[in-house]
């Protein structure tokens, strides 16, 4: 952290806010990098706007208490955060049925990153954004090692489920399958692609289709209402997953079990998350539990599924056939680096490959409290969570974190009882 002298306090409290939460916003060391991380905070928080935010807590909250812990108004404040909102630097989230509005910080990943450039324009400049996202991403792995260098990972890749082998489809749950989760959500929207929009303003980007980024549920209710994407029917967001299916694109969703919020469709090649894999080596999305699998009397050996891997996780070997003066090709994949999302089988013209669930797949967290939970206790942060800066989140909040921690392994309930310094804590996970 010798770099932070070099910012105004404001920036400086900003990023120890952040720091506490699920993702935090590390500084980096390479130069490089560095300056891509100043360079985002600059570009997206004016200074009053940052010290603002480094008092916001990180769970939704009520105007009103919000206001008499930054000793404001409600109206005065309201009118600073309606600005924010529109940059996605805060989530004002509405309760559907009361209409209650609550405000969150908005952390990097999944947050503001990914707000910025989801609009063709919006006051924010794309290519100095683009710039600074990219060098403070990939200048080193700082960043990389904090969104995905631990268990509990922010996405989880969903199998093509059509080309799941037939005796393994009645084992497929319905967290599991794309279609099943736009199917069951409340909401839908479309928006463009972070991370494709991001790699156009680099002259970088892929042929994939761009608007193509889905939002489910809460997180879609907040996109449609701040412009950061267009509502779309239930049918258009199954037209979506198609398109999408058919440009050869990872479907990867929030790594939960229950109303997750978003399905992003992915290339290799602009992907933040699959970029981290093929870059840093990081297991930096939780995999569909489906392994590839294929019949050496029907492939033709054409590498086609090794050409299009997101993830280089199969490769072509040449095995001895019998009275034939050549080598057979055949695919063989890497159990540990696969994510299982049967792009490969997709593209295979033969049908001779399919997923079967053998695959290793990480836990799924069940809900957005277990998720935020198991990443706090990972990341060394419980304590963070359960304070939250001392807002209060009423007994309710606390019981939904207890069942989360009651949940956890042995090793990480030991864990989260040092983290939480807290007797309640303790007594709960005894």
């Given at each position: 952290?010798g770099?932070?002298?070099?910012?105004?306090?404001?920036?400086?409290?900003l990023?120890g806010?952040?720091?506490?939460?699920q993702?935090g916003?590390?500084?980096?060391?390479?130069?490089?990098?560095?300056?891509g991380?100043?360079e985002?905070l600059?570009?997206?928080?004016?200074?009053?706007?940052?010290?603002?935010?480094?008092?916001?807590?990180?769970r939704?909250?009520?105007?009103?208490?919000?206001?008499?812990?930054?000793?404001?108004?409600?109206?005065?404040?309201?009118?600073?955060?309606e600005p924010?909102?529109?940059?996605?630097?805060?989530?004002?989230?509405?309760?559907?049925?009361?209409g209650?509005?609550?405000?969150?910080?908005?952390?990097?990943?999944?947050?503001?990153?990914?707000f910025?450039?989801?609009?063709?324009?919006d006051?924010?400049?794309?290519?100095r954004?683009?710039?600074?996202?990219?060098?403070?991403?990939?200048g080193?792995?700082?960043?990389?090692?904090?969104?995905?260098g631990?268990?509990?990972?922010?996405?989880?890749?969903?199998?093509?489920?059509?080309?799941?082998?037939?005796?393994?489809?009645?084992?497929?749950?319905?967290?599991e399958?794309?279609?099943?989760?736009?199917?069951?959500?409340?909401?839908?929207?479309?928006?463009?692609?972070?991370?494709?929009?991001?790699?156009?303003?680099l002259?970088?980007?892929?042929?994939?289709?761009?608007?193509?980024?889905?939002?489910?549920?809460?997180?879609a209710d907040?996109?449609?209402?701040?412009?950061?994407?267009?509502?779309?029917?239930?049918?258009?967001?199954?037209?979506?997953?198609?398109?999408?299916?058919?440009?050869?694109?990872?479907?990867?969703?929030?790594?939960?079990q229950?109303?997750?919020?978003?399905?992003c469709?992915?290339?290799?090649?602009?992907?933040?998350?699959?970029?981290?894999i093929?870059?840093?080596?990081?297991?930096?999305?939780?995999?569909?539990?489906?392994?590839?699998?294929?019949?050496?009397d029907?492939?033709?050996?054409?590498?086609?599924?090794?050409?299009?891997?997101?993830?280089?996780?199969?490769?072509?070997?040449?095995?001895r056939?019998?009275?034939?003066?050549?080598?057979?090709?055949?695919?063989?994949?890497?159990?540990?680096?696969?994510?299982?999302?049967?792009?490969?089988?997709?593209?295979?013209?033969?049908?001779a490959?399919?997923?079967?669930?053998?695959?290793?797949?990480?836990?799924?967290?069940?809900?957005?409290?277990?998720?935020?939970?198991?990443?706090?206790?990972?990341?060394?942060?419980?304590?963070?969570?359960?304070?939250?800066?001392?807002?209060?989140?009423?007994?309710?909040?606390?019981n939904?974190?207890?069942?989360?921690?009651?949940?956890?392994?042995?090793?990480?309930?030991?864990?989260?009882?040092?983290q939480?310094?807290?007797?309640?804590?303790?007594?709960?996970?005894?």
């Amino acid at each position: 952290m010798g770099h932070l002298g070099h910012l105004k306090q404001e920036y400086q409290d900003l990023v120890g806010r952040l720091d506490q939460g699920q993702v935090g916003m590390p500084e980096p060391e390479d130069p490089t990098a560095w300056a891509g991380w100043k360079e985002i905070l600059e570009i997206m928080y004016e200074p009053e706007e940052a010290a603002l935010a480094a008092r916001m807590p990180g769970r939704p909250t009520r105007l009103a208490v919000l206001a008499e812990r930054v000793g404001m108004s409600e109206e005065a404040l309201q009118a600073r955060l309606e600005p924010m909102c529109d940059k996605g630097l805060v989530m004002d989230l509405v309760h559907p049925d009361t209409g209650v509005v609550r405000y969150m910080l908005s952390p990097p990943v999944v947050g503001f990153f990914e707000f910025s450039m989801m609009r063709v324009s919006d006051g924010i400049p794309k290519k100095r954004m683009a710039e600074a996202l990219h060098a403070y991403t990939h200048g080193d792995r700082t960043f990389a090692d904090e969104v995905f260098g631990t268990d509990t990972v922010v996405g989880r890749a969903l199998v093509r489920e059509e080309h799941i082998a037939e005796d393994s489809r009645p084992d497929v749950l319905d967290w599991e399958r794309a279609t099943s989760i736009v199917e069951q959500a409340q909401s839908h929207a479309v928006s463009y692609c972070y991370c494709r929009h991001k790699a156009e303003h680099l002259g970088q980007r892929c042929d994939a289709p761009l608007d193509v980024c889905l939002s489910l549920n809460a997180g879609a209710d907040y996109i449609i209402r701040r412009g950061f994407g267009r509502a779309i029917s239930r049918d258009e967001a199954m037209g979506v997953l198609k398109e999408a299916r058919k440009a050869g694109l990872v479907q990867i969703a929030d790594n939960v079990q229950n109303k997750p919020t978003y399905i992003c469709n992915c290339c290799g090649c602009c992907c933040g998350q699959l970029q981290a894999i093929n870059e840093f080596d990081l297991d930096a999305v939780n995999p569909s539990g489906y392994l590839p699998e294929s019949d050496s009397d029907l492939c033709a050996g054409c590498s086609l599924c090794s050409r299009v891997c997101p993830v280089t996780a199969l490769s072509m070997v040449a095995d001895r056939v019998n009275a034939k003066r050549r080598n057979q090709l055949s695919p063989k994949v890497d159990a540990d680096r696969c994510i299982g999302c049967g792009v490969c089988a997709e593209s295979c013209r033969k049908g001779a490959m399919w997923m079967v669930k053998n695959g290793h797949r990480r836990h799924v967290p069940l809900n957005s409290i277990e998720k935020a939970v198991r990443m706090a206790v990972e990341r060394g942060r419980l304590a963070d969570l359960i304070a939250d800066q001392g807002a209060s989140h009423g007994h309710r909040f606390l019981n939904q974190i207890i069942t989360a921690l009651t949940k956890l392994p042995v090793a990480s309930r030991l864990l989260a009882s040092e983290q939480a310094q807290s007797r309640f804590v303790r007594y709960a996970l005894a």
